[in-house]
């Protein structure tokens, strides 16, 4: 009977034969023993055959046989991988402690004709202790062999990563790279309306920690301008109130500080920049990527939610800017094409002299889609990671699939605090309700998508 159930439960791969003599290769993979000793772990042992391409054990399948490899050579692992483990004669594979059986890891191959000795657990545990010792202490130090192994494996693909993640970093922000400095690009700069004294006067005091409620309701009622810029704008029926709106304070009263800054924000940038069916669309997507990513910062409690309101708003300028190059020179259009509007987009705030945090977050917006955010400046970082995830939130929204293929979207979770969630269910389940909650304070197009 004990014969007929290690019949059955042996690879299907694996063939066995008598017991053969003992080979050279099988006396020095017992170093220590006397011929005798081996000659009893021989006997005992289940010898195999297995030809090219054979499975010697799968993954995830129970581990409870000690392996010794006689002769040919046994690979862990993808057989065409360059940093799959092998193993040749005098070998041990044992993936389970001698006591209890274990689970393979990955699948166990032979690459070549072999013959591999199998000692079961069970016929382990009939030997006298101190051949058990023996068998222990040699399998612990092959084990600590594999480890060093697999710890050098680790670094050389620590190495690999990284020289990747530098070649990726350099191809995509090499194209164009410097271009904002030039004196063609400040003349175009300076051809762009800037914002309002007004608006950005508001922008910074948005920004300034210090600022209460009460200062923002002052700055916008004192200014002709901001009232009616944001009057005009919150009773048009982009956002489709249901009734007139005829004061700041009933506007502020209604949709909140923060949402009358982002109203006064992207007015005063649609009023700044060219009327084309290009800006018509990138001011839609502002508006809504602007309230994705104020809502977004507050459920994940990070950075500032004005800040990234405020990237949001400000976020696609540069394919604007880089649309106009392409209008005034089309037979540049190839070089301008290489531009990074990123890069455009930050140089013509700062033109305008808006925050550096404003700026600088704004020219490393697209890293995530290729850099992790140790790449990134420490200053930066959430604000970044908050607009990247906003985006990429934004685009499921819509229900398309975002436009990178997310290479570090797991490392940008958890900096945000939510390792082990996805995309997915960070929108659907805590982002989406919270917008739903507010769904009178949000630009029709985005109120639309949610009121589904």
């Known amino acids: 009977m004990r014969n007929l159930w290690k019949h059955l439960t042996a690879p299907r791969s694996e063939t066995r034969s008598g017991p053969p003599a003992l080979h050279a290769e099988q006396t020095t ?20 055959r297995l030809a090219p391409g054979d499975v010697l054990f799968r993954a995830d399948s129970r581990a409870e046989r000690l392996y010794v490899i006689s002769t040919g050579e046994i690979v862990i692992g993808d057989t065409a991988a360059s940093d799959a483990e092998r193993f040749g004669p005098g070998d041990w594979i044992c993936e389970f402690d001698l006591t ?3 689970i393979h890891a990955a699948t166990a191959t032979a690459l070549t004709h072999s013959q591999v000795l199998a000692l079961e657990r069970s016929a382990i545990a009939d030997l006298e202790p101190a051949l058990q010792d023996y068998l222990r202490h040699r399998a612990h130090q ?27 970093i350099a191809a995509r922000t090499a194209g164009g790279a410097g271009f904002a400095e030039t004196e063609t690009a400040r003349q175009l700069f300076a051809k762009v309306p800037a914002l ?19 200062e923002i309701v002052e700055l916008v009622t004192m200014d002709p301008a901001l009232t009616s810029t944001l009057l005009k704008s919150i009773n048009s029926p982009y956002y489709g109130l249901q ?30 920049l060219p009327n084309t069916e290009l800006f018509t669309d990138i001011h839609q997507r502002a508006v ?43 037979r540049l259009k190839p070089l301008f094409d290489l531009l990074d509007p990123a890069e455009m987009g930050a140089a013509l705030l700062r033109s305008w002299h808006l925050p550096a945090m404003v700026c600088d977050s704004l020219h490393h917006q697209h890293h995530p889609e290729f850099a992790p955010p140790a790449r990134l400046p420490e200053t930066v970082r959430d604000n970044v990671a908050v607009l990247y995830l906003a985006r990429r939130l934004l685009a499921r ?11 570090f979207l797991d490392a940008y979770l958890a900096l945000l605090g939510r390792a082990g969630t996805s995309e997915v269910e960070l929108l ?12 009178r304070q949000l630009p029709r197009s985005l109120a639309e998508r949610l009121d589904g």
């Open 29 to 48: 993979a017992f170093p220590d023993l006397s011929e005798a000793e081996v000659v009893r772990l021989h006997n005992r042992a289940l010898p195999l």
């Open 100 to 102: 209890q059986p274990g």
């Open 142 to 168: 092959f084990g600590l062999q594999r480890l060093y192994r697999a710890q050098r494996r680790q670094a050389a693909l620590a190495r690999h990563s990284r020289a990747l993640t530098d070649a990726l």
């Open 196 to 214: 309002p004294i007004s608006t950005t006067a508001l922008l910074n005091k948005m920004l300034d920690e210090r600022t209460t409620k009460g």
């Open 243 to 272: 009734h007139q709106v005829t004061s700041v304070s009933h506007a502020i009263a209604l949709l909140g500080h923060n949402a009358v800054y982002q109203v006064i924000m992207t007015e005063s940038m649609r009023r700044s």
């Open 288 to 330: 809504e990527l602007s309230r994705l990513a104020f809502t977004l910062a507050q459920t994940l409690a990070v950075g500032r939610p004005a800040e990234v309101a405020t990237l949001g708003i400000l976020a696609d300028i540069g394919l604007v800017i880089n649309a106009l190059l392409k209008s005034a020179n089309p």
């Open 397 to 407: 929204l819509h229900g398309h699939t975002p436009g990178d293929p997310g290479l």
């Open 428 to 439: 659907y389940e805590q982002l989406v309700p919270r917008l739903r909650a507010q769904l």
